[in-house]
Nanobody, 129 residues
Framework: QVQLVQSGGGLVQPGASLRLSCTAS????????MGWFRQAPGRGREFVAT????????YYSDSAKGRFTISRDNAKNSVYLQMNNLRPEDTAVYYC??????????????????????WGQGTQVTVSS
């Protein structure tokens, strides 16, 4: 069974940085766009960032733009989310995601989260003083 395994996250103060990692159990996902969502308590899953299959194109939500950086290393079957200048409103469970057939960032953004089939287990990020 294909899995996405996440690591990173934790409790940090406002202004701090964190790096999330997500590793796929199959090299198949090197062929597809990958991305990150987050879900705060009482809210739906919110798109954060996505990267195309080759790592040459990225796209961010307005809240992530300028502070977060998504990257990937296909040799390691992994995608990363570097989060800088974290704010309390960034507090959420963060999920990596991908699906067969999603090649570009446009494909990824155009797919509703309910229609994405492969998810990481989620990682809690808490930003608090």
């Amino acid at each position: 069974q294909v899995q996405l395994v996440q690591s990173g996250g934790g409790l940090v103060q406002p202004g701090a940085s964190l790096r999330l990692s997500c590793t796929a159990s199959a090299r198949t996902f090197n062929n597809y766009a990958m991305g990150w969502f987050r879900q705060a308590p009482g809210r739906g899953r919110e798109f954060v960032a996505t990267i195309n299959w080759s790592g040459t194109t990225t796209y961010y939500s307005d809240s992530a733009k300028g502070r977060f950086t998504i990257s990937r290393d296909n040799a390691k079957n992994s995608v990363y989310l570097q989060m800088n200048n974290l704010r309390p409103e960034d507090t959420a469970v963060y999920y990596c995601a991908t699906d067969i057939g999603l090649l570009s960032t446009t494909d990824f953004v155009g797919r509703h989260p309910d229609e994405i089939n492969y998810w990481g287990q989620g990682t809690q990020v808490t930003v608090s003083s």
